[in-house]
C-alpha cells in the first residue's frame, strides 16, 4: 500500500535559518504529493502541491520538488520566520483515488 | 459558510457511550472525507462519501464506527459503545477535484 515517511521532529531553528524537511513516498503508479500545514490552534491548510514528476509547487517562500527517481518530495524554505512555527505534514494521494496517506508529522519551531 | 465546518469542537464521552460527528462540507463539494488523527500522529483515512454514496470505508477501524451522508450535503460520523482507543481528534474534509479543505476537527476524548 501507500506510504509516507516524513523526518522525524521536532526542529528547533533561528530565524532567517534554511529550513529542509525530508519526505519520501512509497506508491504504486502516478501519485499526487502535497504538504499540509497545521498552525497552532488551527485546521489542516494545504501548503503547497505538485501532480507529477519534475513538478515544483510553492506557496509562502516555501518550495518542494517531486522527485520520483528518488521517490521525494523535500520541503524547503530559504529564510524561515518565527510565524512559520507549525506542525508540517508530508501526504500523497494514489492514483484515481483521493484519499490522502500522511505522514507522521514535523513540528517546527522557530526563534527569534 | 466559506470553509468546512465540525460539530461539537470537543466532545467528552463516557467509556460505552454512543457519540456522533457532524461535518458541514464546503457547499457544492461533491467528495467528503473522515480522517482520525491520534496525538502526536498523522491523520489516517477512515472513509469516503461521493455526494450520497459511500465509496470506500476500508479505514473505519471496526463495525462500531458508521458513517453516512444521506443528501449527499452534510456527514455524521457515530461511534457505538465508545472505548478509550477511540480517542482522538477527527476531521473532516471536502473537495472538489484533488484538493481537500479540512475542518478544524472534533477531539474525542473517551474516559
Known amino acids: 500500500g501507500n506510504s509516507v515517511t516524513q523526518m522525524e521532529g521536532p526542529v528547533t531553528l533561528s530565524e532567517e535559518a534554511f529550513l529542509t524537511i525530508n519526505c519520501t513516498y512509497t506508491?504504486?503508479?502516478?501519485?499526487?504529493l502535497f504538504w499540509y500545514v497545521q498552525y497552532p490552534g488551527e485546521g489542516l491548510q494545504l501548503l503547497l502541491k505538485?501532480?507529477?514528476?519534475?513538478d515544483k509547487g510553492s506557496n509562502k517562500g516555501f518550495e518542494a520538488t517531486y522527485r520520483k527517481e528518488t521517490t521525494s518530495f523535500h520541503l524547503e524554505k530559504g529564510s524561515v520566520q518565527v510565524s512559520d512555527s507549525a506542525v508540517y505534514f508530508c501526504?500523497?494521494?494514489?492514483?484515481?483515488?483521493?484519499?490522502?496517506?500522511f505522514g507522521t508529522g514535523t513540528r517546527l519551531t522557530i526563534i527569534p | 459558510g466559506a470553509g468546512v465546518s465540525q460539530s461539537p469542537r470537543y466532545k467528552v464521552a463516557k467509556r460505552g457511550q454512543d457519540v456522533a460527528l457532524r461535518c458541514d462540507p464546503i457547499?457544492?463539494?461533491?467528495?467528503l472525507f473522515w480522517y482520525q488523527q491520534a496525538l502526536g500522529q498523522g491523520p489516517e483515512f477512515l472513509t469516503y462519501f461521493q455526494n450520497e454514496a459511500q465509496l470506500d470505508k476500508s479505514g473505519l477501524p471496526s463495525d462500531r464506527f458508521f458513517a453516512e451522508r444521506p443528501e449527499g450535503s452534510v456527514s455524521t460520523l457515530k461511534i457505538q459503545r465508545t472505548q478509550q482507543e477511540d480517542s482522538a481528534v477527527y476531521l473532516c474534509a471536502s473537495s472538489l477535484g484533488r484538493i481537500q479543505y479540512f475542518g478544524p476537527g472534533t477531539r474525542l476524548t473517551v474516559l
Open positions: 457547499s457544492g463539494h461533491v467528495s
Open positions: 501526504a500523497l494521494s494514489g492514483t484515481g483515488n483521493e484519499k490522502l496517506t
Open positions: 505538485a501532480t507529477k514528476a519534475d
Open positions: 506508491a504504486t503508479g502516478y501519485p499526487s
